[in-house]
């Protein structure tokens, strides 16, 4: 049922500061009452970990350490994305493109979808992109950061407020940085912020990258996702009709820490959209004690569990509307 009139009304009394005085201090209660929630799961994590979420429906954003940087591992791919449909745009780099695979392309000996096929295979810029995002393959990778370059796909993400955003160099290539070697050796693939991440995934939602046809790409690449480990893996698709679009990073630290281990990085990104809301959401962990590399290492349980925390209040948010 519609009620115009109503709404006008309400419009009216927001527009003149009468309900604003009761409105802000309730919101700001909600987004505390969450953040405190998050503060004390995430406190249970061995490890550091960040988390931030972006209300797209105009709520109040959650966070927790979201201004930390963290390392990306391959979470940074999101940004190569952005930066080849950028280039496309523009005229830089053809879609058309064809480019062969050769032995020397294939980077690393992980048995992911470019290391299984025979040297010569053609590939166009779409199939590179689909690679890189939905099975994380590293060759694709390395091949769209050679045609678009790290230095560029860096200013890029400046160019969108995302300063702690920049990849350093191609995959299994570690200490050959192609920009910012000092970061490299501690970061190493590339280097985000909880916040940052998630605004970008945010930007990509709300068509503000390139075009709205642009995202709706690459909203429908990031929905290909292979690895659901974290942020998808405790929502309630059964019940629900739920879309994510997400990105997974996966590596260990560069440096060790004062006790002389390397710890684990686990990163996930998401734009999420439930029955009723739509929110950017981002996770990093670095200093992980757990490397079981199986669905119950403690970063993907402690993540899943933050995500559905998350979701349950943006729709809880979304019903009182």
Known sequence: MSFP??????????????LSSAARPAAAADSGRIEEQIRIRAGKFRGLLGIAA???NGG???AFNADVRFPTASLIKTAVMVETYHQIAEGRLHREKVVALV???RAGDEPVVLNQLHSGIPLTIPDLLHLMIAFSDNTATN?????????RTDR?????GLSSTKIFRPTFRDGHADVHP???REFGLGMTTPREAAKLMGLIANGKIVSRSACDEMLAILALQQDRQMIPRSLPFEREKIFVGNKTGWDEEKLPDSSGVKGEIRTDAAYVKGPRSRYAIAICTRRGKDKRPGADNDALVTGGALSRMVYDEMERRAKKR
């Open 5 to 18: 009139r109503y709404r006008t009304v309400l419009g009216g009394l927001v527009a003149l500061g009468v």
């Open 54 to 56: 972006i209300d797209l």
């Open 60 to 62: 109040p954003a959650i």
């Open 103 to 105: 032995d020397s392309d």
């Open 143 to 151: 091949l769209l950061v050679r045609e678009v370059g790290a230095a």
């Open 156 to 160: 890029r993400m400046e160019s969108y």
């Open 182 to 184: 000092e970061l490299e």
